[in-house]
């Protein structure tokens, strides 16, 4: 089996402003997503994480320098490949481009391996169950959302299967944003798992008062307390405030290594989509292991990314949970139906082989979402340009 074409895509979807977190307001999402098609008539399919500003350097990168060094290989063959692909980084406008590239190429050669073997991707990744423990991703500010809407939306969560729940905190003051969270606490009930993401807007100072307001109302983790340059503050929080969860932009491995070493995190947060697809995550996961530290992937994105952390989560004994977004749900239509399932906290992945996302499901959804192609090249294009 060769690799003959790669089509590299951008999803968008136009959102209406009125949602937002203390450092970002959702006009728009968009997406690198990556086809990698094979003389087998079988296609791999990835997608990368971006800075949504910056897409454009992912797309590029991913046409110009990657799809080149990709065509004629044999997907099965994953190490040689990524040392091509280490070897065209330098040409990367900033590492996290090179980083995200390679992440949704590695996504992409699994699910064609594990599509080749006839096996679903769970139990490639050496899965016996094929189960994944998921936590409802939510909570943002809205425009116009009074405090009885977000008990809504958190009521809708727990009614659909969820048993852990997430929003987001940090951009109001202490009391504002304690009533918002006390009002999810009192929509899922005292057994549903709560965490809190700050979004990085405590200080050393503030978060004393902060995580002691928090765990009063039963809170049990807090994501990006503090800067995530700041392991040592997130050290004293980890070991006398609340438990930290820590850091979903990162693809460093020594970055999480020095994390999980200075006890910085209960949680360590990575995403599949930048920290080296599935092959990177899993070498997270186990040096989280070994520091017995849970890790949790991170994912909001569209249906590939988080069938992809799905199926990692399902792999892992060490993850303790996998990110389900409810308001980053870009795609849900193509999300196969088994993912789309939650039962007491559960998703049961089905034996559907590779990730369970074919190309064909990527066109125009309901949810106004659109997938355009950015670049398409093939072997034969290659050939006859020589």
């Known amino acids: 089996m060769k690799i003959i074409g790669v089509k590299v895509l951008e999803f968008r979807r136009r959102l209406d402003g009125r949602s937002w977190n203390p450092t970002f307001r959702w006009h728009e999402r968009r997406a690198p997503l990556l086809i990698l098609e094979t003389d087998s008539g079988l296609s791999g399919v990835g997608e990368a994480w971006s800075q949504q500003p910056r897409i454009a350097f992912v797309l590029d990168y991913l046409a110009r320098l990657c799809a080149p060094a990709l065509l004629g290989r044999d997907p099965l063959l994953r190490m040689p490949i990524s040392a091509q692909l280490e070897s065209v980084a330098a040409g990367a406008t900033e590492p996290w481009v090179a980083a995200a590239a390679e ?11 594990a599509q080749a073997a006839g096996q679903p991707l769970w139990r490639a990744l050496g899965g016996s169950t094929g189960r994944a423990a998921v936590y409802a991703s939510g909570g943002l500010y809205r425009d116009g959302s009074s405090l009885k809407d977000l008990a809504h939306e958190f009521e809708a969560h727990v009614e659909q299967g969820f048993t852990a729940v997430k929003m987001k905190l940090g951009a109001l003051p202490l009391e504002a944003d304690l009533e918002r969270t006390r009002t999810v606490r009192d929509a899922v009930g005292d ?38 340059d700041d392991i040592s503050g997130m050290a004293d929080i980890n070991a006398s405030l609340l438990p930290v969860i820590a850091t979903e932009a990162e693809h460093r491995e020594e970055a999480f290594r020095a994390l999980v070493e200075a006890d910085a995190v209960t949680y360590l947060q990575y995403c599949v989509g930048l920290c080296g697809g599935f092959s990177g995550a899993m070498r997270i996961d186990a040096l989280a292991a070994t520091h017995a530290v849970n890790s949790t992937p991170q994912c909001f994105s569209t249906a590939v990314l988080q069938a992809a952390s799905l199926h990692l989560g399902a792999a892992r004994e060490n993850v303790i949970a996998v990110e389900f977004h409810r308001f980053h749900d870009h795609l849900a239509a193509a ?47 290659q050939a006859s340009n020589a």
């Open 103 to 113: 992440s949704a190429i590695d996504i992409a050669l699994w699910d064609l391996a």
């Open 191 to 228: 057994e549903v798992r709560l965490w809190v993401d700050a979004v990085n807007q405590l200080t050393r100072a503030s978060a004393p008062a902060w995580c002691a307001a928090l765990a009063r109302v039963g809170v049990a983790a807090v994501q990006a307390p503090l800067p995530f």
């Open 335 to 381: 999300l196969p139906a088994a993912m789309r399932n939650v039962k007491a906290g559960f998703v049961h992945l089905d034996d559907t082989p590779g990730l369970g996302v074919p190309p064909a499901t990527l066109g125009e959804q309901p949810d106004g979402g659109e997938v355009r192609l950015h670049r398409h090249v093939a072997l034969h294009d």
